[in-house]
């Protein structure tokens, strides 16, 4: 069972002074028993990665280019972030597919971009809440991740999976346990079906993740972690979070 990972995605959100004090505070906090990073907004990357730097937290972005440079204005390059020290950048939000119309194609090419310079992608998946009362859920997943395996071939071992219901993100509900697991280790088995490490490969839970579900969530058989939204935001939330993954 590979090691836990929580993943603080603090979306548009933060300030200088804010982000500080947060990242003060977490620092006091852990170590904890898992992997820990925080994805931040991209103005603020530079000032988290001198403030985590030599430290048990990671650091991230948020999205990546899928291109290596050019013509492309307000993106942001794999190889600039990993100029900083970047670990990890998310591709495939739920968000960036539904407000930016980001394909499951391109989602696979951001991924690729990624790993080009050594980053550690995080894929989302995810189904609407009118996906699964229709009973599509195993099919949009199993879509959007087919993309990403198909594009990166032998190097999908490289990734982590994030599965984040669309319907539990920032709304308060959350999914499950019994339904989350379901839909991890659909996934878990179609990465069994593309390298024989999708059992080393974590696969973490995103949506309305709390310190009072958490543990719950994480003792699941096929759950490796979560991608921490609104909680993220708050240290003690975070910490209690992070605590529970082990």
């Known amino acids: ?11 548009m959100n933060g300030s200088r002074v804010a982000n500080a004090e947060l990242l003060a505070a977490l620092k006091v906090a852990g170590p ?3 992997d820990i990073a925080v994805c931040a907004p991209a103005p ?3 000032e988290v990665a001198l403030s985590l730097q030599g430290e048990f937290i990671a650091w991230g972005a948020q999205d990546v280019s899928a291109h290596e440079s050019g013509a492309y ?4 390059s794999a190889a600039m972030l990993a100029e900083f020290g970047c670990k ?3 591709v495939g939000h739920s968000e960036r597919r539904a407000y930016h119309a980001e394909s499951d194609q391109l989602v696979a090419d951001k991924a690729k971009a990624a790993l080009a310079h050594r980053l550690t992608p995080i894929v989302c998946v995810g189904e609407t809440l009118a996906e699964r009362e229709a009973g599509h859920t195993d099919e949009v997943v199993k879509r959007q991740l087919s993309a990403v395996i198909h594009t990166l071939g032998h190097c999908i071992p490289q990734i982590v999976v994030a599965y984040e219901p669309v319907w539990a993100i920032g709304t308060g509900k959350t999914a499950s346990p019994e339904q989350a ?9 179609q990465l069994k ?8 490969m974590r696969i973490l839970y995103g949506g309305s ?12 058989a096929d759950i490796d972690g979560g991608l921490i939204g609104g909680a993220s935001l708050k240290a003690a939330d975070f910490a209690a979070i992070c605590r529970a993954a082990h």
Not at 209 to 218: G, M, Y
Request: proline residues 2%.
């Open 73 to 76: 204005t307000g993106e942001v």
């Open 193 to 200: 079906a593309a390298t024989e490490h999708a059992a080393d």
């Open 32 to 34: 904890w028993d898992a």
């Open 44 to 46: 603020y990357l530079g």
């Open 1 to 11: 069972m590979p090691r836990k990972l929580v993943v603080g995605n603090w979306k």
């Open 181 to 189: 697991q379901a839909v991890h280790a659909l996934l878990r088995a």
């Open 209 to 220: 993740v709390k310190a009072d579900n958490a543990a719950q969530l994480f003792g699941q």
């Open 88 to 90: 990890y950048a998310i």
